[in-house]
T-cell receptor
Framework: KAGVTQTPRYLIKTRGQQVTLSCSPI?????VSWYQQTPGQGLQFLFEYFSETQRNKGNFPGRFSGRQFSNSRSEMNVSTLELGDSALYLC??????????????FGSGTQLSVL | DAKTTQPPSMDCAEGRAANLPCNHSTISGNEYVYWYRQIHSQGPQYIIH???NNETNEMASLIITEDRKSSTLILPHATLRDTAVYYCIVRVAVNNDMRFGAGTRLTVKP
């Protein structure tokens, strides 16, 4: 079955703009998490959604937001982009959040460059 | 979640076993040990996980010490395609906030 799909794969924006990234989880998976990866900070957790509700949030400013739709697809939005937002944004899905030994499956990510 | 310590880099000869250590001395009784790897420009890939017992799957084996304070990921016959950054993560499975450290950069050489 198809894996986690993230679009677009690459994105170039300028400071002050906003951006929306999309994630389609594995079929049947209802939990979607977002991570930011930068060379300096590594992989950092942004937030997690399950059944259209945000369950958990990492330590990021309010410019970072997300949502989940009834079909479990998720989007994340970054407003008023800053140079430091340049990163690989990864989406991960699981059948349900943190129940027992729940594995995360990651997409290939969206590489965002802010100029 | 417990903190993990991994060597920053390791080399391994192709065809030989790669043994990647991880220290998690502050692990709690209900925390699992997970291993993921990330090949350049791709998302992390799940490898294996365990709680107390040693585990084996088609990709690797996971050896957890009896006191659970450390573990070793074993790739039995490393290939060039196993060159990647390997992350050891210890977490309580109550949410999907996984704390990735810096990992070990494994280079498999011909």
């Amino acid at each position: 079955k198809a894996g986690v799909t993230q679009t677009p794969r690459y994105l170039i924006k300028t400071r002050g703009q906003q951006v929306t990234l999309s994630c389609s989880p594995i079929s049947g998976h209802r939990s979607v998490s977002w991570y930011q990866q930068t060379p300096g900070q590594g992989l950092q957790f942004l937030f997690e959604y399950f059944s259209e509700t945000q369950r958990n949030k990492g330590n990021f400013p309010g410019r970072f937001s997300g949502r989940q739709f009834s079909n479990s697809r998720s989007e994340m939005n970054v407003s008023t982009l800053e140079l430091g937002d340049s990163a690989l944004y990864l989406c991960a899905s699981s059948y349900r959040p943190g129940q027992g030994e729940e594995k995360l499956f990651f997409g290939s990510g969206t590489q965002l460059s802010v100029l | 979640d417990a903190k993990t310590t991994q060597p920053p880099s390791m080399d391994c000869a192709e065809g030989r076993a790669a043994n990647l250590p991880c220290n998690h001395s502050t692990i709690s009784g209900n925390e699992y040990v997970y291993w993921y790897r990330q090949i350049h420009s791709q998302g992390p890939q799940y490898i294996i996980h365990g709680l107390k017992n040693n585990e084996t799957n088609e990709m690797a084996s996971l050896i957890i010490t009896e006191d659970r304070k450390s573990s070793t990921l074993i790739l039995p016959h490393a290939t060039l395609r196993d060159t990647a950054v390997y992350y050891c993560i210890v977490r309580v499975a109550v949410n999907n906030d996984m704390r990735f450290g810096a990992g070990t950069r494994l280079t498999v050489k011909p």
